[in-house]
């Protein structure tokens, strides 16, 4: 029973030390993707009757 005890104790520890990398796991090298939001596009400027 006892080497079954040391295995479960063993087992525990090294699960609970995982890799030390908090959130989610990424393969390095690879950089995450940029989500940028595109410009409002500009209003057109309202035409006047002393152009004509």
Known sequence: MKPFKLLLLLLLITDLAGCGQPG???????????HVEPEP????????EKNK
């Open 24 to 34: 989610p796991l990424y393969l390095p090298g690879q950089a995450a993707p940029i």
């Open 41 to 48: 596009a500009p209003k057109p400027e309202p035409k006047s």
